[in-house]
T-cell receptor, first 110, second 116 residues
Framework: AQRVTQPEKLLSVFKGAPVELKCNYSYSGSPELFWYVQYSRQRLQLLLRHISRESIKGFTADLNKGETSFHLKKPFAQEEDSAMYYCALRPFRGAQKLVFGQGTRLTINP | DTGVSQDPRHKITKRGQNVTFRCDPISEHNRLYWYRQTLGQGPEFLTYFQNEAQLEKSRLLSDRFSAERPKGSFSTLEIQRTEQGDSAMYLC??????????????FGPGTRLTVT
């Protein structure tokens, strides 16, 4: 079965400090990995996906197949980064369902 | 707002009653998804439609749950004989292939159900 684990429910860092939100997954195949973000009073939205290898709002994430991880990183946190972050897995490219982790609430302190 | 819309946004019902939620996807999106999110958890997949065909259902979707997308546009999710365990946020999402064939899912604001 597919599973996504985000070990930290809460993460608090100071503005300007580096941020790393951890995500580990279990799946034997070649999944697609995503990070979704939900800002206060807004809907869930895609932040980035591993196949795009892009940087969005200063965030990057690298898929490590050996460690089955997809950690989200940003070198210098900003107050507007405060939000709920969900790591998600799609079992394979043609699959439809997303499997989400429990989420990490990130708070950036001024 | 041209995004995914859901109605109602909040629903309070008594145990044993039936409830129905509606989702209107983004107009050109042919795929539609339902997820359920309980407190402190991430969304859990319930079912998905391609046009009007329901192609996948989760084991979470018990016999009391039924979803339809009769004309391949809006969708309804009905819960019969609600139980307190049904209290959750019900999320709808829609997608289309896009230039990369990625089927990025766009989420609605959700319907929060409280069963008393």
């Amino acid at each position: 079965a597919q599973r996504v684990t985000q070990p930290e429910k809460l993460l608090s860092v100071f503005k300007g400090a580096p941020v790393e939100l951890k995500c580990n997954y279990s799946y034997s195949g070649s999944p697609e990995l995503f990070w979704y973000v939900q800002y206060s009073r807004q809907r869930l939205q895609l932040l980035l996906r591993h196949i795009s290898r892009e940087s969005i709002k200063g965030f990057t994430a690298d898929l490590n197949k050996g460690e089955t991880s997809f950690h989200l990183k940003k070198p210098f946190a900003q107050e507007e980064d405060s939000a709920m972050y969900y790591c998600a897995l799609r079992p394979f490219r043609g699959a439809q369902k997303l499997v989400f982790g429990q989420g990490t609430r990130l708070t950036i302190n001024p | 707002d041209t995004g995914v819309s859901q109605d109602p946004r909040h629903k309070i019902t008594k145990r044993g009653q039936n409830v129905t939620f509606r989702c209107d996807p983004i107009s050109e999106h042919n795929r539609l998804y339902w997820y359920r999110q309980t407190l402190g958890q991430g969304p859990e997949f319930l079912t998905y439609f391609q046009n009007e065909a329901q192609l996948e259902k989760s084991r979470l979707l018990s016999d009391r749950f039924s979803a339809e997308r009769p004309k391949g546009s809006f969708s309804t999710l009905e819960i019969q004989r609600t139980e307190q365990g049904d209290s959750a946020m019900y999320l709808c999402a829609s997608s289309f292939p896009g230039t990369s064939g990625s089927y990025e899912q766009y989420f609605g604001p959700g319907t929060r159900l409280t069963v008393t």
